[in-house]
């Protein structure tokens, strides 16, 4: 199981980017699902986007906004996100999962978004 440690976080205004990176402490090769979760206060955490083997998927919420990319030489994941709402704000969490392995996650990483 990878450990994973977020960065990138902070303050935004709306409409303004930012970009988080996940760095994973071992290979996190072609057969791992990777992605970003969120989870805002008082809500369940949810699905940002993913990348598996066959695809790449993004929440409705977040289509056309946000970005997810790896680079797999370097074991990090990305998520750029642009034209940032208030509804944005939560913690992000990076995610990794190979087959029927238990997931990893990372310690999270707060986004603000202020108007």
């Known amino acids: 199981q990878v450990q994973l440690v977020e960065s990138g976080g902070g303050w935004a205004q709306v409409g303004g980017s930012l970009r988080l990176s996940c760095t994973a402490s071992?290979?996190?090769?072609?057969?791992?699902?990777v992605g970003w979760y969120r989870q805002a206060p008082a809500k369940e955490r949810e699905l940002v986007a993913l990348i598996s083997p066959a695809t790449t998927s993004y929440a409705d919420s977040v289509k056309g906004r946000f970005t997810i990319s790896r680079d797999r030489a370097k074991n990090m994941i990305y998520l750029q996100m642009n034209n940032l709402k208030l509804e944005d704000s939560a913690v992000y969490y990076c995610?990794?999962?190979?087959?029927?392995?238990?997931?990893?996650w990372g310690q999270g990483t707060q986004v603000n978004v202020s108007s």
């Open positions: 995610y990794a999962r190979i087959l029927r392995a238990p997931a990893s």
């Open positions: 071992g290979s996190i090769e072609g057969a791992y699902t």
